[in-house]
T-cell receptor
Framework: GESVGLHLPTLSVQEGDNSIINCAYS??????FIWYKQESGKGPQFIID?????DKRQGQRVTVLLNKTVKHLSLQIAATQPGDSAVYFC??????????????FGKGTKLSVKP | GAVVSQHPSWVICKSGTSVKIECRSL??????MFWYRQFPKQSLMLMAT?????????EQGVEKDKFLINHASLTLSTLTVTSAHPEDSSFYIC???????????FGDGTRLSIL
């Protein structure tokens, strides 16, 4: 069936190291992908997005890579800080330019940063 | 920019009570708002999509008579859980976007506990 999933449910990294969170999607028709960060008891916070006509996009300390050949998405966080500890969700948009623009969320990866 | 406010943040009430949750876009006009439900340590599940001035579109399995959605203005959507029961206890999160090709921005959620 169609799904957006994550390879690693938990990830523990040392402060200062780089983090890589992976996500697989199954619908080749998806044209929009987005990463959110969710801290405990709060709503998801937008990190970065990418459209299917791109394979890389960079933000502040974050980079999203999209590999459409293998339907894989990753979020790279440079110099991970304790404040980056949270659950990270990838989401897949299907027909995002259309009237609905629904997002299908993956299961989430918990990132823990060790000081 | 792109701030979404949700109120209340926490509700505890007796079984059979109806509860209204508000979602406001504070610094932009939201053409579309979304309502999600999230169980502990799980991902977000889309309940319904609402466009200003029209009826909400509910996802399969979501009872529209139980979860009433009103999107009367470009900055306000409400979700009313009617005759709530303990199984309706959950974390409800809204999101909003100001254009078809814009990311969804989330509120901080409402934790609903039905006794």
């Amino acid at each position: 069936g169609e799904s957006v999933g994550l390879h690693l449910p938990t990830l523990s990294v040392q402060e200062g190291d780089n983090s890589i969170i992976n996500c697989a999607y199954s619908n080749s028709a998806s044209d929009y992908f987005i990463w959110y960060k969710q801290e405990s008891g709060k709503g998801p916070q937008f990190i970065i997005d990418i459209r299917s006509n791109m394979d890389k996009r960079q933000g502040q300390r974050v980079t999203v890579l999209l590999n459409k050949t293998v339907k894989h998405l990753s979020l790279q966080i440079a110099a991970t800080q304790p404040g980056d500890s949270a659950v990270y969700f990838c989401a897949e948009g299907r027909g995002y330019g259309g009237s609905q623009g629904n997002l299908i969320f993956g299961k989430g990866t918990k990132l823990s940063v060790k000081p | 920019g792109a701030v979404v406010s949700q109120h209340p943040s926490w509700v505890i009430c007796k079984s059979g009570t109806s509860v209204k949750i508000e979602c406001r876009s504070l610094d932009f006009q939201a053409t579309t708002m979304f309502w999600y439900r999230q169980f502990p340590k799980q991902s977000l599940m889309l309940m319904a999509t609402s466009n200003e001035g029209s009826k909400a579109t509910y996802e399969q399995g979501v009872e529209k008579d139980k979860f009433l959605i009103n999107h009367a203005s470009l900055t306000l959507s409400t979700l009313t859980v009617t005759s709530a029961h303990p199984e309706d206890s959950s974390f409800y999160i809204c999101s909003a976007r100001d254009g078809r090709n814009q990311p969804q921005h989330f509120g901080d959620g409402t934790r609903l506990s039905i006794l």
